[in-house]
C-alpha cells in the first residue's frame, strides 16, 4: 500500500467492507432497485455500469445514507447503519466522501470548500474560533493542501470557487471528498461533462486514492473508463444487479447476454 | 404661507433652510435626533425580532414537506401586502384595554410601534428568505450532508448561500418597518414631550405632521434624513457581502 498522505487521518475507525444486503428501493409507486446485494472492500475500486436512469445514483446515494431503504439493509462491516442510533450513524458516514456529476462547490474560496468536511468534524467552538482567525488570516491546512496537490490545483487554494472551469472545479470537488480522509469514496458519474485531461486528473486521483486504501465506488456509463479503472464491475439494468465480477471477466467473457449487448454499445431497454 | 412656500422657493431653498435650521438651532436639532433615535431604535427592533422569526420559518417552510405548505407559503405572501392601517388598528384592539395584551399598558408606546412594525416586516423577511433558500441548488445541500454534515450544518451552509438574499430580506423588512405611516401613527400616537423631544413620534409620522403644519424645511429636513439612513444601510450591505465567489 502506498505511504499514507498527510490528509489521512489515523484517528478513524476503519471499517474494511460497506454492503448493500437485499436492498430494495423506489420513490412513490416507482421501483428503482430491486433486491440489490453488493460488498466493496477498501482498497478496491468497484464500477457500476448501465444505461442512464437504472438506478446507480439510487444506489450510490443509499449508500452515502441520504436515506433508507425501503427494505433490505446498508451495513459497515456487520453493522447495520439504520439500525444505530443517529449520533453513530454520522460517525459511520463520515467515513465516506462522494462526488456528484456536477462540482456543487460552494460560493467561496477552494481552500473553504476543501475544507468544509474537515472543518464539520471539529466542535462548534473550535469551528467559530477558526472562523474568527480566518477573518484575519487563513491558517496553514495541511490536509487541504494534500487533497488539492492530488487533483494537481496545489496553487489554487485562495481562488474563488466561481473563476474555476468546470474541469478544475470537479476535481476541487474531488479534493473536497479527499480531504478529511474517508474510508470510501462514491463517485457519481465524475467525469462525464470533463474533457480528457481533466479526465486523467480525476482518474489519477482515483487510483492513488484506491492505492492508499479507500474504497472506490463509481457509477459511470462509460465502459472504456470502467475498463481502465475498476478492479471489479457491476452491472445495474432495470435496477437489478445483472452480473457483478472482475473487471476483465466482465469485459472478456460475461455470464449475462445482456452485460454483452450492453458493453457492445446495443440498447438494451 | 403654504401658497407662498409652493410659489416662492425651490426645493433647494428649503434644503438650504434646513440645513441652516439643523445648524443653528438646538431646539430643533434635539428634537430631530430623537425622532432619528426613536424611529432607528423601533424599526432595528421590530426587524431583528422578524429576521429571529422569519428566518427560521423560512427554512423549516422551504426544507419539509408537510400538509397545507401552500397554504402557509399563501399566508406569507398575503402578508407582504398588508396594509399598514389595518395592522395597526389591530395592533391597537390587542394592546387596548380590552384586548388580550391590555394589561401590558402598551397604548402609545414604543413596544406598540415594535409590534406593529414586527407584523408588517415578518412577512416580508420570510417570503423574501423563503425565495432565497429555495433557489439554493439541491447539489448544494447534497454535498453539505454528504461531506457529513448534520441537519443544522446543512442548514448553515444553505444560509450561507442564500447570503445575499437573506440580506436583501432583512433590508426589505427594514425598509417596509422604517418608511411605514399608518401603523405607528394609530398605535403610537406621535407624542412629543413638552421638551420637544420625540417619545412616539417617528421621521415619517413626523415628516407627514410638518409637512401638514407648513414646516417644509423640517419635514425636508426629516426626509433626507431618511433617505441617508437607507443610502447607509445600502451601503453597509454592499461593503459586507461585497465579496463575490
Redesign the interface.
Known sequence: MAQRPAFRSSQQSQSTTISLSNVSHGFEERTVLENVSLTVERGETLAIIGPSGTGKTTLLRLLALFEPPRSGRITFDSTDLWSVSADDRLTERRQIGMVFQSPNLFSASVRQNVSYGLRLRQGWRTRLRQWAARLVRQPPMPAVEAALGTVGLADAANRPAGSLSGGEAQRVAFARALAPGPEFLLLDEPTSDLDPRNTAVIEEAIETSRADGLGVVIATHDMQQAERIADRVAVLLDGRLIEVGATEAIFTDPDDRRTQRFINGELIY | MIETAFVGLSGADYLFDAIVLFADLPFERGYIESIIRVSLSVSLTAVVLSTLVGLPVALTVGFTEFPGKRLVVALINTGMGLPSVVVGLLVLFAVSNQGPLGSLNLVFTREAMVISQFVLATPVVTGVSLAAVTSV?D??R?????????RL?VAL?TI??ARAGIVTAVLAGLGRAISEVGSVLIVGGNIVRADGSSVTRTLTTAIQLEARQGRFEIALLLGGVLVALVLVINGLVLRLGGR??
Open positions: 441548488d447539489g448544494l447534497d454535498a453539505a450532508y454528504a461531506m457529513g454534515g448534520t450544518d451552509a450561507s448561500e463575490r465567489y
